[in-house]
């Protein structure tokens, strides 16, 4: 699949988006094989601009991705990209890894709370996902991803939330 997503979510991370809004990064991308980034820059102040504003010159002269960028949308199907690169946000990374979409997840540095960077940082160790704490170094990740062969991520198992369900309420709710 030759598409890329970046999403930030609802958040603000102008620093990722301004790494994937270079011409360092379209130029890895199309080397890769991307044609297509459509980016979801959430409550940022920047808005990106390669590949908008002037498409045409970019795709004639191969230097630039098509790029479609908004706000803002609620879910996204996922199988159409063959890379998405995220914010750390919890729901994101685990509906990508399920839909078997290649991942790297980017840490925002200017958020109080480490436990995004926990998750990311322990997917990684279990080779679902590559995991960075900067996005200058998202030119390197994409050429790592692409090279490396990531694990499936299982599938959900509700065995355990039906367990729990049953025993709070005092039956088998499933049954019947």
Do not use: C
Not at 25 to 30: D, Q
Not at 140 to 152: E, P, T, V
């Amino acid at each position: 699949m030759s598409h890329i997503l970046v999403t930030v979510g609802t958040t603000k991370f102008d620093n990722l988006i301004k790494a994937v809004d270079t011409e360092e990064f379209h130029e890895a991308a199309l080397k890769l094989g991307y044609t297509y980034m459509y980016i979801q820059y959430g409550r940022g102040d920047y808005i990106p601009s390669l590949g908008i504003s002037s498409p045409i010159e970019g795709l004639k002269s191969r230097k630039l991705l098509e790029v479609e960028a908004i706000d803002y949308t609620k879910g996204f199907d996922l199988k159409k990209f063959g890379l998405v690169i995220s914010h750390a946000g919890a729901g994101t990374i685990l509906d990508t890894l399920r839909s078997k979409v290649k991942l790297i997840v980017v840490s925002n540095q200017l958020l109080m709370n480490n436990h995004q960077m926990e998750l990311s940082n322990k997917l990684q160790e279990l080779n679902y996902l590559i995991a960075i704490h900067n996005p200058k170094d998202l030119v390197s990740a994409m050429q790592n991803i692409s090279s490396s062969s990531m694990k499936d991520f299982p599938e959900a198992d509700i065995s355990l939330f039906k367990q729990i369900i049953s025993e709070i309420v005092g039956f088998n709710v499933w049954n019947r």
